[in-house]
């Protein structure tokens, strides 16, 4: 058993140094003449983030005649359109709202492809700030590849509490992973609140899956992946970075878990299944090590470096502070978390945008 154990060890410690070895991104040069790009941003019930969201839209160091915001609206029932209406004559970029013809986010989202002027689309979240050069990253990405279909960037979590450390760290940690794997051109996931596309990806109407709630950033990746292997990329740099605030409470966390587990059974070729699969089996090893004493140790003592490693490398990368003391206590907890996470999200329903699923 013993020797089982150290197996997966060492798999999981060579997987990681892969993954925490990953080349560092460099944005292409910016081209003179720069694109058109339609930004559809579907919003329900975000009346207290949508402000921000349109002033980083507005401050792009972009020409403002070169792109159109495109706010599609799913039946927000506060006063998410009113606030944006209110920003229409105080913003120098074209704002145009849209009014989403079916419910949800992916019909909200298929109405601002359909409305879009542009063959690029950039596409974020509605509790999202943006950096300035947000814009001129996916310019020069679409402009240096031709091939280029779908292109993924990070979303970095804000906050300075136990939990939104926690939520931090562990993303830090997964968009290391969703590098490597786009690096190696075997992509398994994406992050919607920070993409761009070719509107051309739009041609089949059920692109989306809209059966699925959730997952448009994850079928839009497994579409640009079925026409070209090499169509797909991510670029993890600071000047590509979006921001936005995880979730505040525990029951809320595992309430974002359960809706994003709904798109893991159309996984992203075989990997999709392999990596997650075997994550959980490194996590259940270790449990089972802790009746071997001392080669518990060995094998834990291991773990904690190498993800040490992982985060700060990832860290450095996104100009992100990490806490040593708070990532060992993290590091302490994270398998009995990542084992109760992935039992609870494959149960039971969710709430999202005061919608039941």
Not at 93 to 118: D, W
Request: charged letters at 15%; a positive charge; proline letters at 5%.
């Amino acid at each position: 058993m013993i020797g089982v154990i150290l197996l997966i060890s060492v798999l999981y410690v060579a997987l990681l140094l892969a993954v925490s070895f990953t080349k560092k991104d460099v944005m292409p040069p910016t081209m003179e003449k720069q694109p058109f790009v339609s930004i559809v941003i579907a919003a329900r019930n975000e009346a207290k983030n949508i402000g921000p969201l349109l002033h980083s839209l507005d401050r792009q160091n972009y020409p403002q005649q070169q792109y159109e915001v495109l706010l599609v609206d799913d039946h927000s029932e506060d006063a998410t359109i009113a606030t944006a209406e209110a920003l229409v004559q105080e913003l120098g970029c074209q704002l145009k709202i849209v009014k989403s013809n079916g419910v949800g986010k992916k019909e909200a989202i298929q109405c601002g492809v359909k409305a879009a002027a542009g063959n690029i689309i950039a596409s974020t979240d509605a509790d999202c700030t943006l950096p300035e050069n947000w814009l001129q990253c996916i310019s020069a990405n679409f402009q240096s590849n031709p091939e280029l279909l779908f292109l993924a960037g990070p979303v970095v979590y804000e906050g300075t509490g136990w939990l939104a450390r926690f939520q931090q760290y562990e993303n830090l940690s997964v968009m290391e992973f969703t590098n490597f794997f786009f690096k190696v051109h075997c992509p398994i996931m994406s992050n919607g609140a920070n993409l761009a596309y070719k509107k051309s990806l739009f041609q089949d109407p059920y692109v989306l899956h809209p059966e699925e709630p959730s997952g448009d950033d994850h079928f839009l990746l497994k579409k640009a992946q079925n026409l070209n292997k090499n169509g797909s990329k991510m670029v993890l740099h600071p000047s590509f970075a979006v921001t936005t605030k995880p979730p505040g409470t525990w029951s809320a966390l595992v309430n974002q878990k359960r809706r994003w587990a709904g798109k893991w059974k159309y996984s992203i070729g075989a990997l999709g299944v392999v990596v997650p699969g075997f994550l959980m089996l490194y996590y259940w090893s270790l449990f089972a090590a802790l009746f071997f004493g001392v080669w518990f140790v060995f094998v834990f003592g291991f773990k904690l470096t190498i993800e040490a490693v992982l985060l700060f490398r990832a860290s450095k990368k996104l100009g992100q502070y990490v806490n040593v003391f708070k990532f060992f206590v993290f590091s302490m907890i994270y398998p009995i978390y990542g084992v109760l996470i992935g039992i609870i999200s494959s149960i039971g329903k969710f709430n999202w945008k005061g919608r039941s699923y």
